[in-house]
């Protein structure tokens, strides 16, 4: 006894484009309502400003550091030879593309 393939039904939800949906308008108030207050206690007990105090520290003793001349050409040679040998390889395969 062979099988009856049942008859595909649409979808109930339509199937649409992004492009073609409809932006969807911002909302006017947020959704959960804080004070100010509990804002900044909730802040100061997880350590974000603190965080961020440390790392701007770092940074700028990492950027004051000056490279000697050799270091910043062995650092550009670094960047240098992988890029121009990319750039090599996408114009051969612009010139092959065009032979075909």
């Known amino acids: 006894m062979t ?3 049942k008859a595909k039904t ?3 939800v339509p199937e649409t484009l992004p492009s073609k949906m409809p932006p969807r308008p911002a909302p006017d108030e947020p959704l959960i ?3 100010e207050e509990e804002q900044w206690r ?3 007990e ?3 400003l603190k965080s961020t105090a440390l790392q701007d ?4 003793d990492a950027l004051g550091e000056r490279l000697s001349f050799s270091d910043e050409l ?3 040679v670094l960047l240098i030879i992988p890029f121009s040998s990319l750039l090599l390889l ?3 395969y612009g010139h092959l593309e065009l032979c075909f």
Not at 57 to 60: A, E, I, N
């Open 3 to 5: 099988r009856q393939r």
């Open 10 to 12: 649409p979808n109930a």
């Open 33 to 35: 309502q804080i004070s």
């Open 42 to 44: 909730i802040i100061n």
């Open 46 to 48: 997880s350590g974000i």
């Open 57 to 60: 520290t770092t940074s700028s």
């Open 74 to 76: 062995f650092n550009a």
């Open 90 to 92: 996408l114009e051969m």
